[in-house]
């Protein structure tokens, strides 16, 4: 059983920087498909990236492209932990956003793919 536990958010002004991070216990980051998504209020929960695992043949990270350019997911297998950084910052990145685990060990784009979420922390990027 994963625990994910984010954290990081807060108001921002537009065009900084802020990174997320995702605490994960019970298993090591390393091993799993974990993908970071979004939901904005009043709107549907969006995929925003994804890392795969290392033993994954294929690609390694993927990203909206909304986000593309600007944020970056890594992760650190030392302190267990899946980081989203995000750079020049825009209104329209609002959104409360989660961590999560894909059980499957392919990293998907689809929240329904994921089983897995955290809690959720709030960004907030004003003009």
């Known amino acids: 059983q994963v625990h994910l536990v984010e954290s990081g958010g807060g108001l921002v002004q537009g065009g900084t920087s802020l990174s997320l991070s995702c605490a994960a216990s019970?298993?090591?980051?390393?091993?799993?498909?974990m993908g970071w998504f979004r939901q904005a209020a009043g709107k549907e929960r969006e995929f925003v990236a994804t890392?795969?695992?290392?033993?994954?043949?294929?690609?390694?990270?993927k990203y909206a492209d909304s986000v593309k350019g600007r944020f970056t997911i890594s992760r650190d297998s030392a302190k267990n932990m899946v980081s989203l950084h995000m750079n020049s910052l825009k209104p329209e990145d609002t959104a409360v956003y989660y961590c999560a685990v894909d059980p499957s060990g392919s990293p998907s784009m689809r929240a329904a793919d994921y089983d897995t979420w955290g809690q959720g922390t709030q960004v907030t990027v004003s003009s």
């Open positions: 890392i795969s695992p290392i033993t994954w043949s294929g690609w390694n990270t």
């Open positions: 019970g298993r090591p980051v390393s091993s799993l498909s």
